[in-house]
């Protein structure tokens, strides 16, 4: 189902300007970008950016420019948080630092990283509106950066006491805030009152929190044809989701123990993914992950009530109902 087929010509936009950003720059240096970039995805972010610019009465073509851009900073996350992770795919083909090797992935990510603040100085925008919209990529790109450093200092430290609060907080700015930031950024560029900025920006915030509890899920019950990532690699890699805070809360002790083994030898062994997998699913910590996206959905939902009906909010509505149902 196509969630937002009548801003499709400016997300093809949004396309081109990323390509036209690429293309302009030294081969030898970016050349790798401009494919990893095709490969596509679902582009979530800048139809948010689209769809809450248009819902708030705001024109699509203002917010084609600083939705491409967040798109960038998007992929320059995805090159660097493969590599922390040590993913081997991603969207279905093998993650950058795996064809390429760490030092030309990270030096990518690095020049992607260059030129989205270059094209973002650049936005012929009003000097005040603008210095306003680049004070909010800047601190969204903090929280995003954050998150996954308050993440991978779990990991680093063998800590496994996480709360539920705990986890909310860290993907607030790892998956949320980039979230939250693309609908904010529609609404400011409409024109819209600082009440329904932070309504978007909530909206966004929300579903952002429900995107990555659904991630997490799909990582260990998806289909690798569909997810396009490997099946388990969040066990591999020791992540503390919101499943395994819920299991480590609940389960006895030997089997909190062993969890905690697998977790820390960042074992690949399929029998060891098999039990974790299995053992998450029997203590219901899945559901409770599955129930604990649909919640925060509906709050994300009633964000968006000061909106009038139209196309646009509908889009926004059905977006929120495609995060917690998606299969990749």
Known sequence: MELYPHITPHLSRVEA?????????????????????RRGGKRIRPALTLLSCGASGGEYAGAVFPASIIELFHNFTLIHDDIEDDSRFRRGEPALHVSHGVAIA????????????????????????????????????????????????WIRSGRFDVSEDEYLHMIGGKTS??????????????GSSARMCRSLRSYGEKIGAAFQIQDDVLNLTGDFEKYKKEIGGDISEGKRTLMVVHFLARAPKPERDRLISILS??????????????????????????????????????????????EDRRSLENIASYVINRER
């Not at 509106?129 to 969204?140: N, T, V």
């Not at 974790?276 to 219901?284: N, P």
Request: glycine share 8%; net charge negative; with cysteine.
């Open 17 to 37: 300007l990323m390509e036209e950003a690429l293309g302009h720059e030294d081969e030898r240096v970016y050349g790798m970008l401009l494919p990893f970039i």
């Open 106 to 153: 990270l030096n990518s990510g690095d020049a992607l990283y260059t030129l989205l603040w270059k094209r973002l100085v650049s936005l012929d925008m009003a000097p005040k509106r603008l210095i306003r919209l680049q004070a909010l990529y800047a601190e969204s790109f903090k929280r995003v950066v954050d998150g996954q450093g308050l993440e991978l200092s």
């Open 265 to 310: 030898s960042h074992s690949h062994v399929q029998a060891d993914l098999d039990w974790a997998i299995s053992a998450l699913e029997k203590q219901g910590s899945i559901g409770y992950a599955r129930e604990r996206a649909k919640k925060l959905v509906d709050e994300a939902r009633g964000e968006l009530t000061r909106l009038p009906e139209s």
């Open 177 to 190: 805030a980039l979230m939250g930031l693309s609908c904010e950024t529609g609404a400011l560029i409409s």
